[in-house]
T-cell receptor
C-alpha cells in the first residue's frame, strides 16, 4: 500500500507564474489536509478537504491560493501569481477518517525566484 | 493565533544519553501528537495522546499528556545515531472538532554524537 504521494518534490517558479502541487492520498483515504512549512518552523494548517468538498479552508490565504480534491484524481493545491514569500515546503496528509491517524507525504519544496 | 512553545530549540548529545523535550500552550488542547521529521521528508507520527495524564510509550520513546492539558513532554532513552532529526509537538485545540487543524511547535533539532 503506497503512502501519500506528492509531486513534484521540488518546483521552481518565477514570480508571477502559477504553481500546481499534487497529492495522491493513501488508498482508501478520503480526507486530505494541506500544510505549509517555512524554513525552521513548524507546519501551518492550510485546508482540509474530503472528496469534492472543502471542509475547512481557514488557513488558506484569501487570494491566489485554491485547493480541490475531485472525485477522480489527486488533490491539487494551486497558487496563482506566485511571490517570493510563497517559497516553502508544502505537505499533504491523508487519513481514513477524521479521528484516525493522518499520514504525511514527502512534501513539495516550492522555490520562487 | 495560538502557539505552542517547544523547548529546547536544539540539542546535541552523546549516543546513549537520554533526551527530554516539552511543549506548553496557553490554552487547553484535547490531543497532543509528537512527530519526527527527517531532512527532506514529511513528518512521521511517533506518539499520540488523547487523555489528560496519559503516559504512552513506543519503544525507547515515552510521552505524557499533562494534567492541565496545556503541556506535554517527550523522552527518548538511550539515544542512538538514527534518532537524529527534528521533533515536533502538535496539538488539537479544544473545540477544533475532529479535523486536522493542528497547531505545531517550532521543533527541537536533535543531533547525536556517536
Amino acid at each position: 500500500n503506497a503512502g501519500v504521494m506528492q509531486n513534484p518534490r521540488h518546483l521552481v517558479r518565477r514570480r508571477g507564474q502559477e504553481a500546481r502541487l499534487r497529492c495522491s492520498p493513501m488508498k482508501g483515504h478520503s480526507h486530505v489536509y494541506w500544510y505549509r512549512q517555512l524554513p525552521e518552523e513548524g507546519l501551518k494548517f492550510m485546508v482540509y478537504l474530503q472528496k469534492e468538498n472543502i471542509i475547512d479552508e481557514s488557513g488558506m490565504p484569501k487570494e491566489r491560493f485554491s485547493a480541490e480534491f475531485p472525485k477522480e484524481g489527486p488533490s491539487i493545491l494551486r497558487i496563482q501569481q506566485v511571490v517570493r514569500g510563497d517559497s516553502a515546503a508544502y505537505f499533504c496528509a491523508s487519513s481514513l477518517a477524521t479521528n484516525t491517524e493522518a499520514f504525511f507525504g514527502q512534501g513539495t519544496r516550492l522555490t520562487v525566484v | 493565533g495560538q502557539q505552542l512553545n517547544q523547548s529546547p530549540q536544539s540539542m546535541f548529545i552523546q549516543e546513549g544519553e537520554d533526551v527530554s523535550m516539552n511543549c506548553t500552550s496557553s490554552s487547553i488542547f484535547n490531543t497532543w501528537l509528537w512527530y519526527k521529521q527527517d531532512p527532506g521528508e514529511g513528518p512521521v507520527l511517533l506518539i499520540a495522546l488523547y487523555k489528560a495524564g496519559e503516559l504512552t510509550s513506543n519503544g525507547r520513546l515515552t510521552a505524557q499528556f499533562g494534567i492541565t492539558r496545556k503541556d506535554s513532554f517527550l523522552n527518548i532513552s538511550a539515544s542512538i545515531p538514527s534518532d537524529v532529526g527534528i521533533y515536533f509537538c502538535a496539538g488539537q485545540p479544544l473545540g477544533a472538532g475532529n479535523n486536522r487543524k493542528l497547531i505545531w511547535g517550532l521543533g527541537t533539532s536533535l543531533a547525536v554524537n556517536p
